[in-house]
């Protein structure tokens, strides 16, 4: 008797830590936007996915922070104006917030490093890099030791084969590294004061979403998130920098960090970089939570 009351009780007290584990996603669940019937140029329109569910999810083969390995690394690499640099500085606060990692800037590379056969000439007639061998050839050897991740930000265009137009960007889920290319968040390098915030906020973005890819999460199917796959500048621009709440429950269970705690830093960055629509999401998330 002493045993199965034992048993018993272990079975409770496991369940309310799953139930109060849950509780903060359950809350935050209701604010998240359904997604909407894709259009002939969207991501989903064209690529057939399969929804992540969350024990798929756990059962995955993934990167997590360790004792020894827990630091957000990003590698410039080109030649980069003061707002450019200004831009990487914001991104690199932002992804701590948003992660909840201490994350570094090391010190930018030249564009010397990428031999001639992995440049092309687009239609368009400006210069991109092939960004497998961004991933594979620079940045995997430049990957510091205690590096959970590491992702590299160009001012080249980038693209992934010979048939893709371009990428906005490109991560490994096993190496843990990861690269964006600014070009076309500006229209080419044409950075103005003008065009800071959106072209800052589209780098947030990506940047989030390719480091979320190394830490396991697929493309989100399940409502609007800064996860759902892209094609355009327009439907990067139409996705929330906000996670849905499942996409958060993954990466949580990954990072382990205080939820409401990560919303108050996102929603002081929102408000001192004029971010008003992500303000508002931050501000109706942590109204469930308070």
Request: charged share 25%.
């Amino acid at each position: 008797m002493k045993f199965k009351f034992l048993y018993f009780s272990i079975l409770v007290f496991i369940l309310s830590c799953q139930n109060k584990e849950n509780t903060y996603f359950q809350s935050i669940a209701v604010n998240d936007v359904k997604l909407s019937r894709p259009h002939s140029s969207e991501w989903r329109y064209n690529h057939k996915e399969k929804f992540q569910t969350f024990d798929d999810f756990k059962k995955l083969k993934k990167i997590k922070p360790e004792a020894a390995k827990n630091i957000i690394y990003l590698q410039p690499i080109g030649e980069f104006n003061d707002l450019q640099e200004k831009q990487i500085k914001f991104t690199k606060e932002y992804l701590k917030i948003y992660f909840q990692l201490e994350t570094k800037i090391l010190p930018t590379i030249s564009n010397e490093i990428f031999p001639k056969n992995i440049r092309r000439i687009s239609k368009n007639g400006q210069e991109q890099i092939l960004a497998g061998y961004v991933l594979d050839s620079v940045l995997i050897k430049r990957k510091p030791k205690d590096a959970v991740v590491l992702m590299g930000i160009t001012e080249r265009d980038l693209f992934p084969k010979p048939e893709w137009n371009y990428v906005f960007g490109l991560a490994s889920y096993q190496k843990g590294v990861g690269v964006t290319s600014i070009y076309r968040f500006a229209d080419g390098n044409n950075l103005s004061e003008s065009k800071f915030n959106k072209s800052l906020e589209r780098l947030i973005k990506i940047s989030s979403h390719e480091i979320g890819h190394m830490f396991g999460i697929s493309h989100c199917l399940n409502a609007n998130c800064v996860m759902n796959g892209t094609n355009n500048l327009s439907e990067t621009d139409a996705h929330f920098a906000r996670a849905c709440s499942l996409c958060q429950y993954k990466l949580n269970s990954s990072l382990k960090y205080d939820d409401k705690k990560r919303l108050l830093e996102l929603k002081k960055f929102f408000e001192e970089n004029s971010f008003n629509a992500e303000l508002s999401r931050a501000e109706k998330d942590l109204n469930l939570v308070q």
